[in-house]
């Protein structure tokens, strides 16, 4: 056997470098870079190992420099989702701290079922130093340790403890990394020591590898009962989720809704599947969906999921499938997914090639029409909500004073105005996503990137650029226009000097409403009076931030500006739409970044789609606001759909 004699993380780096994803006729790098923030842990494994392969063969794997651990693994799911699942990055941390900032990411990247490779260090395998330095210790396990907690968060997690470890701990990460069906977080725990350990590496571990996406046909007894349940429909509803993306079916979507005419809603993951304007697609589905996609899936006796996770939005905790006798038909890679709602109709299988088995086995169905009629309907109606929410500040808004503010909706007007048919609007938390959700108009398949599965605060820009790290390595030049509110701006924009450092171009569009202004929302309709959501200098009479004034000090375009990146601001003014659609313009024209900061209404919102989303209201309280928010509480819960059967009138 011929071997090489190396360290662990030479082998890591070099065998990574040689692993290769397929996909039909498309074969990619599975991680084509790293991500990595160097401290004792990594140091003189990882960081040894990359510096040394820069010298060499810097193409190998090649290496980008962060400021955050939990951004990190933002930019690999931004750079994943973009390459629909194909390719991920690595990202590389420290022990202790910079290892746990890397948790919420992984949380991220498995609860959107998005590859991501992490590499924490850990501490001495040998414990020759025992307490090293960010080491835990507990009296009861001494061997547990940060990297521990990756293990709940991880679609795979080993621990490197020995060298020869590595050869079998790798091929199964990879398995993982590349399987539609479990992918998410993989995690390989590397002890310090390990990393710099030697061991005689078999020149085989090292070779191109190739790693082919599974794309299974439909079952033929499963696809049989599906076209018999839809055949039998007269009002099918089609949920199309992030699979659709991700197995590349939007174009065989497209043609099986006009053959058949069958509506379609979808989730946050699913939007692009089709473009806003054909006469089958209806918006989003759900809680933040939009009235005309809620009131045909109200109706629906057959639902079609395809690629869903059917999260409590996409289906207003179970609210918005109201019809007694629905039949759901679920298409999906991961069995998991496939039997959610007690369906005895799952598809397990791939959606593109699911949809184009039940294009042909559908030949000749059509909806009734009566249904058509109303689906043109509903869409028209819808469309007319729309065009009126996204028209541009002018008049006076009711209950405004001093300078006017504009909508959260009309900004999202003035940006799509701007925007071309192929960029990408990049968020993630806050009332925008159940606002770009209800009215941002898609026009491409990777034009609508929401991460909504963990929906976390802070992933936006560093999601935004790896969406853009993806793009580039497609050789696409499209912009990546990120929405983020000023909340979600505070918990993480450090990635902003990456993209400076690095050259890599970002529009970044920061909309200050003074607050948590989603939370403030939600907060008022369970009776909690937005306590706690704006941002007040603190009433030390009170003890609280409810009365005191705005927190005006704090400037968060200066704070952009100190980055390096290029800064618009926009003032507040009757024409402050109209100015933000010119300065998207100018940033988009700009070869650098570019942040354009405006203020908003958060008391001005989108129209609302008939959806509901369960939160708890809380059963007894002295606060009349929280009484009466309990009993429409009440009224909206007696319409969830249970899990099996149907509560009968007066039970």
Same mark, same amino acid.
């Given at each position: 056997?011929?071997?090489?004699?190396?360290?662990?993380?030479?082998?890591?780096v070099e065998?990574l470098?040689?692993?290769?994803?397929?996909?039909?006729?498309?074969?990619?790098?599975?991680?084509?870079g790293?991500?990595?923030?160097?401290g004792?842990?990594?140091?003189?494994?990882l960081?040894?190992?990359?510096?040394?392969?820069?010298v060499?063969?810097?193409?190998?794997?090649?290496?980008?420099?962060?400021?955050?651990?939990?951004?990190?693994?933002?930019?690999?799911?931004?750079?994943a989702?973009?390459?629909?699942?194909?390719a991920?990055?690595?990202?590389? /941390?420290?022990?202790?701290?910079g290892? =746990?900032?890397m948790?919420t990411?992984?949380?991220?990247?498995?609860?959107?079922?998005?590859p991501?490779l992490?590499?924490?260090?850990?501490t001495?395998?040998?414990?020759?130093?025992d307490?090293?330095?960010?080491?835990?210790?507990?009296?009861?396990?001494i061997?547990?340790?940060?990297?521990?907690?990756?293990?709940?968060?991880?679609?795979?997690?080993?621990?490197?403890?020995?060298?020869?470890q590595?050869f079998?701990?790798a091929?199964?990460a990879m398995?993982?990394l590349?399987?539609?069906?479990?992918?998410?977080?993989?995690?390989?725990?590397?002890?310090?020591d390990?990393?710099?350990?030697?061991?005689?590496?078999?020149v085989?571990?090292?070779?191109?590898?190739?790693?082919h996406?599974?794309?299974?046909?439909?079952?033929?007894w499963?696809?049989?009962?599906a076209v018999?349940?839809?055949r039998?429909? *007269?009002?099918?509803?089609?949920?199309?989720?992030g699979?659709?993306?991700?197995?590349?079916?939007?174009?065989?979507?497209?043609?099986?809704v006009e053959?058949?005419?069958?509506?379609?809603?979808?989730?946050?993951?699913?939007? $692009?599947?089709?473009?806003?304007?054909?006469?089958?697609?209806?918006?989003?589905?759900?809680?933040? $969906?939009?009235?005309?996609?809620?009131?045909?899936?109200e109706?629906?006796?057959?639902?079609?999921?395809?690629?869903?996770?059917?999260s409590?939005f996409?289906? /207003? @905790?179970?609210?918005?499938?109201q019809?007694?006798?629905?039949?759901?038909?679920?298409?999906?890679?991961?069995?998991?997914?496939?039997? *959610?709602?007690?369906?005895?109709?799952?598809?397990?299988?791939?959606?593109?090639?699911?949809?184009?088995?039940?294009?042909? /086995?559908?030949?000749?169905?059509?909806?009734?029409?009566?249904?058509?009629?109303?689906?043109?309907?509903?869409k028209r109606?819808?469309d007319a909500?729309v065009d009126?929410?996204?028209?541009?500040?002018?008049?006076?808004?009711?209950?405004?004073?001093?300078p006017?503010?504009?909508?959260?909706?009309?900004?999202?007007?003035?940006?799509?105005?701007?925007?071309?048919?192929?960029?990408?609007v990049?968020?993630? =938390?806050? @009332?925008?996503? %159940?606002?770009?959700?209800?009215?941002?108009?898609?026009?491409?398949?990777? %034009?609508?990137?929401?991460?909504?599965?963990?929906?976390?605060? %802070?992933?936006?820009?560093?999601?935004?650029l790896g969406?853009?790290?993806?793009?580039?390595?497609?050789?696409?030049?499209?912009?990546?226009?990120?929405?983020v509110?000023?909340?979600?701006?505070?918990?993480?924009?450090?990635?902003?000097?990456?993209?400076?450092?690095?050259?890599?171009?970002?529009?970044?569009?920061?909309?200050?409403?003074?607050?948590?202004?989603?939370?403030?929302?939600?907060s008022?309709?369970?009776?909690?009076?937005?306590?706690?959501?704006?941002?007040?200098?603190l009433?030390?009479?009170?003890?609280?931030?409810?009365?005191?004034?705005?927190l005006?000090?704090?400037?968060l375009?200066?704070?952009?500006? @100190?980055?390096?990146?290029?800064?618009?601001?926009?003032?507040?003014?009757?024409?402050?739409?109209?100015?933000?659609h010119?300065?998207?313009?100018? /940033?988009?024209a700009?070869?650098?970044?570019t942040?354009?900061h405006?203020?908003?209404?958060?008391?001005a919102?989108?129209p609302?789609?008939?959806?509901?989303?369960?939160?708890?209201?809380?059963?007894?309280?002295?606060?009349? @606001?929280?009484?009466q928010?309990?009993?429409e509480?009440?009224?909206?819960r007696?319409?969830?759909?249970?899990?099996?059967g149907?509560?009968?009138?007066?039970?």
């Amino acid at each position: 056997m011929t071997t090489r004699r190396m360290t662990v993380g030479q082998a890591l780096v070099e065998f990574l470098g040689h692993q290769w994803t397929v996909d039909g006729d498309v074969r990619e790098r599975t991680v084509p870079g790293i991500l990595g923030i160097f401290g004792h842990g990594n140091v003189a494994g990882l960081g040894q190992a990359l510096k040394q392969y820069n010298v060499l063969d810097p193409t190998l794997l090649p290496y980008h420099q962060a400021r955050n651990e939990q951004a990190m693994v933002h930019q690999a799911v931004g750079f994943a989702r973009v390459h629909r699942r194909r390719a991920t990055l690595a990202a590389a /941390a420290s022990v202790g701290p910079g290892a =746990a900032n890397m948790l919420t990411g992984a949380a991220l990247a498995t609860a959107n079922r998005m590859p991501a490779l992490l590499l924490p260090s850990d501490t001495f395998a040998t414990r020759v130093a025992d307490p090293v330095l960010q080491q835990l210790e507990h009296p009861h396990d001494i061997g547990l340790q940060v990297t521990d907690a990756f293990r709940p968060l991880s679609r795979f997690f080993d621990r490197v403890q020995r060298p020869e470890q590595l050869f079998s701990i790798a091929l199964a990460a990879m398995r993982v990394l590349t399987d539609p069906a479990e992918t998410g977080a993989v995690t390989i725990a590397l002890p310090e020591d390990v990393q710099a350990e030697a061991i005689d590496v078999p020149v085989e571990f090292l070779q191109e590898r190739e790693w082919h996406i599974r794309r299974p046909l439909p079952e033929k007894w499963a696809l049989d009962a599906a076209v018999a349940a839809i055949r039998g429909a *007269k009002h099918p509803f089609i949920v199309a989720g992030g699979g659709v993306i991700y197995s590349g079916a939007e174009d065989v979507l497209r043609a099986l809704v006009e053959a058949t005419g069958i509506p379609v809603g979808t989730s946050q993951a699913g939007g $692009g599947a089709l473009n806003w304007d054909h006469p089958q697609y209806l918006g989003g589905v759900g809680a933040t $969906g939009t009235t005309a996609a809620n009131r045909l899936a109200e109706e629906a006796d057959v639902v079609i999921g395809i690629g869903t996770r059917y999260s409590d939005f996409t289906t /207003a @905790s179970r609210t918005v499938f109201q019809n007694p006798g629905v039949t759901f038909v679920n298409v999906n890679v991961a069995p998991f997914d496939a039997y *959610k709602h007690g369906t005895q109709l799952p598809v397990i299988a791939d959606a593109r090639e699911t949809l184009t088995a039940l294009l042909q /086995a559908l030949e000749g169905y059509r909806v009734e029409p009566g249904y058509a009629q109303r689906i043109e309907r509903e869409k028209r109606e819808w469309d007319a909500v729309v065009d009126a929410a996204l028209l541009p500040t002018g008049a006076e808004l009711p209950g405004q004073s001093g300078p006017q503010l504009p909508s959260q909706s009309q900004i999202i007007g003035a940006v799509q105005s701007a925007s071309a048919p192929r960029d990408i609007v990049v968020q993630a =938390a806050g @009332s925008l996503p %159940g606002d770009l959700h209800k009215l941002w108009r898609v026009r491409d398949p990777l %034009g609508y990137h929401v991460e909504y599965a963990f929906s976390t605060m %802070g992933y936006e820009i560093a999601g935004g650029l790896g969406v853009k790290r993806g793009l580039e390595a497609l050789g696409d030049d499209r912009d990546v226009i990120v929405m983020v509110g000023d909340g979600s701006y505070l918990m993480l924009h450090s990635e902003l000097a990456t993209a400076v450092a690095e050259g890599i171009k970002i529009i970044v569009v920061l909309i200050q409403n003074e607050g948590f202004a989603s939370i403030g929302h939600l907060s008022e309709t369970v009776g909690s009076q937005r306590f706690g959501t704006r941002y007040r200098y603190l009433n030390r009479d009170e003890l609280n931030f409810e009365s005191g004034d705005l927190l005006d000090a704090v400037d968060l375009a200066a704070n952009a500006r @100190s980055y390096g990146i290029d800064v618009i601001e926009i003032e507040p003014g009757a024409d402050a739409t109209s100015r933000l659609h010119d300065a998207v313009a100018v /940033a988009k024209a700009s070869r650098a970044s570019t942040l354009i900061h405006i203020h908003s209404d958060p008391f001005a919102y989108a129209p609302d789609g008939e959806g509901w989303w369960d939160v708890p209201v809380a059963q007894v309280s002295e606060l009349e @606001s929280t009484r009466q928010a309990y009993d429409e509480y009440v009224e909206q819960r007696a319409k969830q759909r249970p899990l099996l059967g149907r509560e009968e009138a007066g039970e």
